[in-house]
């Protein structure tokens, strides 16, 4: 921030992960923080998929396998792709299983040449069907999550919406769960970029009052025109109400994605040959590929 030439007062609000050390962060600064829909939507997924965790495990072992020499031999035989193996710190990796999973059993199917392999997983194919059926739609709000020109409540509508489906979730994605940290901040927002400004409570108000740009409409043409020297005068000494406007809550965004993909770019370049590198060159180069939309070739050689 100093770089930038900012300073932490001038932070309003947190996005991030609702875990113990961001409400602490908030509590420190004593700004609002903004739970990332990500984060809640991973809890729900994991609540979601529980009942079904025995289907989850045979399919996982029956990836680790075919990752043995001799039973991928077989499987290059049918489709040049690789078993993908579910991975707790990867959201969309029981998806990515699953889908897997039933591709390499359709071409198996098709070509009548089904493996001994496959027995792990036939007793269950109802259930692993409606398994991969839920995770297909918590994959499909996973991605629209990511997108983005998403705000706070395209977010909270796409939430809104699995609860509907799942009402076990609404205590883990819910606006008033025991998890979320600024309640009233976030329900605030939502108001606001649903153009319901004005059925803000006084506790929303307070809690938005930082984002708050108070803007005073200017006094109509024909009101000047019209009317004479007396007139004008008077009307000088009424003071016109100033519209409350909170611009920067479009601005918030819903998920911490942006942060955590440059956690993982971070982690992936410091590599063995590049300890070496000074911490400007890091945050320089981390600060370049994040922003990729902003410069081409063209910007680097009128720069040089």
């Given at each position: 921030m100093d770089?930038?030439g900012k300073?932490i007062?001038q932070?309003?609000?947190l996005?991030?992960?609702?875990?113990?050390?961001?409400?602490?962060?908030a509590?420190?600064?004593?700004?609002p923080?903004?739970?990332?829909a990500?984060h809640?939507l991973?809890?729900?997924v994991?609540?979601i998929?529980?009942?079904?965790?025995?289907?989850?495990?045979?399919v996982?072992?029956l990836?680790?396998?075919?990752?043995?020499?001799n039973?991928?031999a077989?499987?290059?035989?049918?489709t040049?792709l690789?078993?993908?193996l579910?991975?707790?710190?990867r959201?969309?990796?029981?998806?990515?299983?699953l889908?897997?999973?039933?591709?390499?059993?359709?071409v198996h199917?098709?070509?009548r040449?089904?493996?001994r392999?496959?027995?792990?997983v036939?007793?269950?194919?109802t259930?692993?069907k409606?398994?991969f059926?839920?995770?297909?739609?918590?994959?499909?709000v996973a991605?629209?999550?990511?997108s983005?020109?998403?705000?706070?409540?395209?977010?909270?509508?796409l939430?809104n919406?699995?609860i509907?489906q799942?009402p076990s979730?609404?205590?883990?994605?819910?606006?008033s769960?025991?998890?979320?940290?600024?309640?009233?901040?976030?329900?605030g927002c939502?108001?606001v970029?649903?153009?319901?400004a004005?059925i803000?409570?006084?506790?929303e108000?307070?809690?938005?009052?930082p984002?708050?740009?108070?803007?005073s409409a200017?006094?109509?043409?024909?009101?000047?025109?019209?009317?004479?020297f007396?007139?004008?005068?008077l009307?000088?000494?009424?003071?016109?109400t100033p519209a409350?406007t909170?611009?920067l809550?479009?601005?918030?965004?819903?998920?911490s994605n942006k942060?955590d993909r440059?956690f993982?770019?971070?982690?992936?370049m410091l590599?063995?040959e590049?300890?070496?590198?000074?911490?400007?060159a890091i945050?320089m180069?981390?600060?370049?590929?994040?922003?990729?939309l902003?410069w081409?070739?063209?910007?680097?050689?009128?720069?040089?």
């Amino acid at each position: 921030m100093d770089f930038f030439g900012k300073e932490i007062r001038q932070c309003t609000v947190l996005v991030g992960d609702n875990c113990s050390v961001n409400k602490r962060l908030a509590n420190l600064m004593g700004v609002p923080l903004v739970g990332c829909a990500s984060h809640k939507l991973n809890l729900a997924v994991k609540t979601i998929l529980a009942p079904y965790e025995a289907e989850l495990e045979a399919v996982q072992a029956l990836m680790k396998h075919l990752r043995i020499i001799n039973a991928a031999a077989k499987l290059r035989f049918a489709t040049p792709l690789r078993p993908v193996l579910r991975q707790e710190t990867r959201w969309g990796s029981t998806y990515a299983m699953l889908k897997r999973f039933f591709w390499a059993a359709r071409v198996h199917f098709t070509r009548r040449r089904r493996p001994r392999w496959n027995n792990a997983v036939s007793r269950c194919p109802t259930k692993v069907k409606g398994t991969f059926r839920r995770a297909r739609r918590l994959q499909s709000v996973a991605m629209a999550l990511q997108s983005g020109d998403l705000d706070l409540i395209g977010a909270r509508d796409l939430l809104n919406g699995l609860i509907e489906q799942k009402p076990s979730v609404k205590s883990v994605i819910g606006p008033s769960a025991n998890i979320v940290r600024s309640p009233i901040f976030e329900a605030g927002c939502c108001k606001v970029l649903a153009d319901s400004a004005n059925i803000l409570s006084r506790d929303e108000r307070l809690a938005l009052r930082p984002m708050e740009c108070r803007v005073s409409a200017p006094p109509s043409e024909d009101s000047v025109v019209g009317s004479s020297f007396a007139e004008r005068i008077l009307k000088k000494r009424k003071k016109t109400t100033p519209a409350v406007t909170y611009p920067l809550v479009r601005a918030i965004p819903p998920t911490s994605n942006k942060v955590d993909r440059l956690f993982s770019t971070a982690r992936a370049m410091l590599g063995h040959e590049r300890q070496a590198l000074t911490p400007f060159a890091i945050e320089m180069l981390l600060f370049l590929k994040t922003n990729t939309l902003y410069w081409d070739v063209q910007v680097v050689d009128r720069c040089v």
